[in-house]
């Protein structure tokens, strides 16, 4: 059976999908991404010493006029009403994690406002300190979390887990023996 798409009409042109038959539920997403910078860079923004000023509250408050703002930005987002954004921040050796959850009690989620939060709060970094650290590089966006709606609950796994997980799998599926078997033929001990 072939898949629709969603946004496209029976003549395949673009459209928006109609959510007024759903009923409103309470939804929320998380989204994260990371800012690779030279270690001296991330120090100073962790010291307040980027001449610009406050590099962290400007970029949370430019997150979270972003996630406001999403449907200007992205033609077949619907306008809903945010109703909270949080924008946070890890600050690591050669990084800076940027975090973006967006909530709202609405008939669609709010992926995109998270992940347009995260996004323009990186940007925002990156734009702060490019006169220290021109070799700066933005990546990682993902959407880690998403609750409500009729799709319900997705959690991104981390690398860890997944690693961890394919261990499990390989262990369950393979067997795990005490001695392992000599492959190799090695007739040395005869």
């Known amino acids: ?12 042109r673009a459209r928006m999908v ?13 989204a994260r991404c990371r ?41 077949l987002c619907h306008p809903l009403l945010v109703g909270s954004v949080y924008v946070n921040f890890t600050i690591e050796d050669s990084y800076v994690e940027v975090e973006a959850q967006v909530e709202t009690f609405d008939r669609t989620g709010v992926e995109m406002e998270a992940l347009t939060a995260c996004a323009v709060a990186a940007l925002t970094v990156y734009d702060m300190c490019k006169s220290v650290d021109r070799e700066m590089t933005i990546g990682e966006l993902a959407l880690w979390e998403k609750t409500g709606g009729s799709s319900g609950t997705f959690r991104r796994k981390s ?22 078997p000599d492959v190799l033929g090695d007739d040395s001990e005869s």
């Open 1 to 12: 059976m072939a898949r629709e798409f969603t946004h496209l009409d029976p003549m395949g």
């Open 18 to 30: 109609d959510v007024t038959p759903k009923e409103p539920t309470h939804r929320r997403a998380v």
């Open 35 to 75: 800012i690779h910078m030279q270690p001296e860079t991330a120090s100073m923004i962790a010291s307040g010493a980027i001449t610009k000023g406050d590099v962290l509250a400007v970029a949370r408050v430019a997150g979270i006029q972003a996630a406001k703002r999403t449907p200007e930005l992205l033609p």
């Open 159 to 180: 690398l860890e887990d997944a690693i961890d997980e394919a261990l499990e799998e390989s262990k369950r599926t393979v067997g795990v023996a005490s001695d392992p």
